[in-house]
């Protein structure tokens, strides 16, 4: 039996992501942040303050990824860590003034990139969309919450 990319939920998954992060890219490059920081400024725009092990958790990545993430944003101006003073091994992830200037410019341009990709579907097929995305992640990684 042949392998149709075009029956597959992960090729087809895995595709849409790759044009979704590029659009992405293209629409925040003028904000000089790439897309890995742009989900990781999202968390910490819902809440300032994040531990790295929080960050690691929330956006299912690997511990090096973010790290590395995070030292790139340091770098960039976005973050500064500062000691958590609930556990002295962490560190406590805090938004810059320059971080928090770009949440409306930086979600409105990933709000448009959402709005070309659904365009040609319904309200209600839009809806669908969605849920039915929820409900795959959640069957794949069902500690992952849905909301997030």
Do not use: C
Request: proline residues 4%.
């Amino acid at each position: 039996m042949e392998f149709d990319k075009s029956k597959s939920a992960g090729y087809l998954t895995n595709h849409l992501a790759r044009l979704f992060a590029s659009e992405l890219q293209n629409a925040i490059r003028h904000l000089e942040i790439a897309p890995a920081q742009f989900m990781t400024l999202l968390e910490l725009w819902r809440e300032d303050g994040l531990t790295q092990k929080a960050l690691v958790k929330r956006l299912d990545v690997e511990q090096a990824t973010m790290a590395n993430t995070l030292t790139r944003m340091e770098r960039d101006g976005l973050i500064r860590r500062k000691p958590n003073p609930a556990d002295a091994r962490s560190q406590q992830v805090w938004l810059t003034p320059r971080a928090k200037k770009l949440e409306q410019p930086a979600t409105a341009a990933a709000g448009s990139i959402n709005a070309l990709a659904l365009a040609d579907l319904s309200d209600a097929e839009q809806t669908q969309f969605l849920d039915m995305m929820r409900r795959v992640i959640a069957t794949l990684h069902p500690e992952t919450d849905s909301d997030q």
